[in-house]
């Protein structure tokens, strides 16, 4: 069974900087792309990024440039999400998301909400 | 980057009745070497990750119910809900992958 178990949630302080992780199992890690997606209360469904575990291939969307860092471990079938200079219009669900090629988002894991409050 | 647009914003129904909600992509999401449109369609439903209703614009995720069906090509996009139930309250979202940045629809909110 494929699975995607995201870390627990967060409550950071602006200026901060986020890390969480999303451990896959029921299938081999190299073999699917794995994005990121938030949703910030009230707000809708918002594309983070990209990355290719089986060569760190990354994108992210433009808005993140230079705050965004996608990582994955091969030894241990983990995807990380980093975030820094964090503000307080970063609170949100944070998802991570396999992708199952051409049919595009395939399995999710559950979410880790993230607090940004001084 | 490929601009979704939906409508309504909000849409609200009877028990039984039919919902339409439209979708309008800035540029074509036809995947002409695969003869597919990279359009999905997505349920949201508070502390859950969403769930893809619909995909390649018109294919059914296995285990949805066949009251959903998602139909159109190139840029303009339908989801239609038959036979409303108060299971479908959520919020909808039309979701392209045709190209990075991988973008959404706004949202469509439907309520009994």
């Known amino acids: 069974e494929v699975q995607l178990v995201q870390s627990g949630s967060e409550v950071k302080k602006p200026g901060t900087t986020l890390r969480i992780s999303c451990r896959i199992s029921g299938y081999n890690f190299n073999d699917y792309y794995l994005h990121w997606v938030r949703q910030a209360p009230g707000k809708g469904l918002e594309w983070v990024g990209l990355?290719?575990?089986?060569?760190?291939?990354?994108k992210n969307a433009e808005k993140f440039r230079g705050r965004v860092t996608l990582t994955a471990d091969t030894s241990t079938d983990t995807a990380y999400l980093g975030l820094r200079s964090l503000r307080s219009d970063d609170t949100a669900f944070y998802y991570c998301v396999r992708v199952g090629g051409s049919i595009g988002f395939d399995h999710w894991g559950q979410g880790t909400l993230v607090t940004v409050s001084s | 980057d490929i601009v979704l647009t939906q409508s309504p914003d909000s849409l609200a129904v009877s028990l039984g009745e039919r919902a339409t909600i439209n979708c309008k992509s800035s540029?074509?999401?036809?995947?002409?070497?695969?003869?597919?449109?990279?359009l999905a369609w997505f349920q949201h439903k508070p502390g859950q990750p969403p769930k893809k209703l619909i995909y390649w614009a018109s294919t059914r995720e296995s285990g949805v119910p066949d009251r959903f069906s998602g139909s159109g090509s190139g840029t303009d996009f339908t989801l239609t809900i038959r036979n409303v139930q108060a299971e479908d309250v959520a919020v909808y979202y039309c979701h392209q992958y045709y190209s990075t940045p991988w973008t959404f629809g706004q949202g469509t909110k439907v309520e009994i």
């Open positions: 990355i290719d575990p089986a060569d760190a291939e990354r």
């Open positions: 540029q074509s999401v036809f995947y002409t070497s695969g003869n597919k449109n990279y």
